[in-house]
């Protein structure tokens, strides 16, 4: 089992910067890829950045240019949130991903005010 905490989300303005931190513990894994995706009301969830055991990285069109994803290790990852935008509000959720395990955090808001 793998349990992941996020922390970081919060109110902000447009234009406005927020990070994101995830932790993974349980039985980890170090050829793991972690990421964040993310779900707005009435929307489905959708990737926002992933970044693999290698630091191979993958961003959604949307947050190119604006979004950092990065780890210090194998059992964390975070997101560095620039330029912020009121599309960018949704609840963020934290992925880890090994082979056919996929594990979730419980989410952590983020609103972006206009």
């Known amino acids: 089992q793998v349990r992941l905490v996020e922390s970081g989300g919060g109110l902000v303005q447009a234009g406005g910067s927020l990070r994101l931190s995830c932790t993974a513990s349980?039985?980890?894994?170090?050829?793991?890829?972690m990421g964040w995706y993310r779900q707005a009301p009435g929307k489905q969830r959708e990737l926002v950045a992933t970044?693999?055991?290698?630091?191979?990285t993958n961003y959604a069109d949307s947050v190119k240019g604006r979004f950092t994803i990065s780890r210090d290790n194998y059992k964390t990852v975070s997101l560095q949130m620039n330029s912020l935008r009121p599309d960018d509000t949704a609840v963020y959720y934290c992925s880890y991903l090994r082979g056919s395990d996929n594990y979730w955090g419980q989410g952590t808001q983020v609103t972006v005010s206009s």
């Open positions: 349980g039985i980890i894994f170090s050829d793991n890829a």
């Open positions: 970044i693999t055991d290698s630091g191979r």
